[in-house]
């Protein structure tokens, strides 16, 4: 049970990161002029940053086996984001195969994060 207020404070932790990031993101995009491809892309790199911060906090909150509560951390949090995605679009928003590499790139994004945690 530990181990699961720990993985909840760290996601929250991660999830206010990146909300800090995605509004200095939009001030970017207000201050100068992005395409739409290029903000896609910076979301993206958001996401994944998001997961490696994330997946250091729950790693270093853990204590042990930081590489495995990386990876699980990382992968909750892009689950969640994509449950959260599609229930505001009120319709899927990716397909099933990207899905799975979202997950899985939040996954290694979180595991990196874990082995990088103090």
Not at 49 to 63: D, N, Y
């Amino acid at each position: 049970m530990d181990i699961a207020k720990k993985m909840m404070k760290a996601l929250i932790a991660g999830y206010v990161l990146t909300l800090v990031m995605l509004l200095i993101l939009t001030y970017v995009i207000k201050k100068f002029t992005l395409d739409e491809k290029t903000v896609d892309s910076i979301i993206g790199a958001v996401y994944l940053v998001g997961s490696f911060l994330g997946g250091m906090l729950a790693a270093w909150m853990a204590g042990r086996r930081r590489l495995v509560a990386g990876m699980f951390y990382g992968g909750l949090y892009m689950v969640i984001l994509i449950i959260i995605s599609s229930v505001m679009m009120k319709a899927p928003v990716y397909d099933t195969s990207s899905m799975v590499v979202k997950v899985l790139t939040g996954m290694v994004s979180g595991a990196i994060g874990g082995f990088f945690s103090p």
